[in-house]
């Protein structure tokens, strides 16, 4: 079950991060971040790893998109 609660915010962090990718939008990934960490840290619990591993690569791809606009130093 925790699973797929992690799969189901990792999709919601994806959703999220897509527009983000837009310029003048990646402010968005600031919010991007959390959700996926929340994703990451329930799918941690779970048995198996295909929600974690889901969340850890929308968080990947958060926080490069930040890094080559300048978010985070």
């Known amino acids: ?3 797929v ?3 189901l915010l990792g999709l919601v962090a ?3 991060a897509i527009p983000s990718a ?3 939008l990646g402010w968005g990934n600031w919010i991007v971040l959390p959700v996926a ?4 840290g329930l799918g941690a619990l779970s048995s ?4 974690r591993n ?3 690569i929308v968080l990947l791809i958060a ?3 930040l890094s080559l606009g300048g978010g985070i130093f």
């Open 1 to 3: 079950m925790l699973n």
């Open 5 to 7: 609660l992690s799969i």
């Open 14 to 16: 994806l959703l999220m």
């Open 22 to 24: 837009i310029p003048f």
């Open 37 to 40: 960490i929340l994703g990451a």
């Open 48 to 51: 198996k790893n295909g929600g």
């Open 54 to 56: 889901f969340c850890l």
């Open 63 to 65: 926080v490069v998109r």
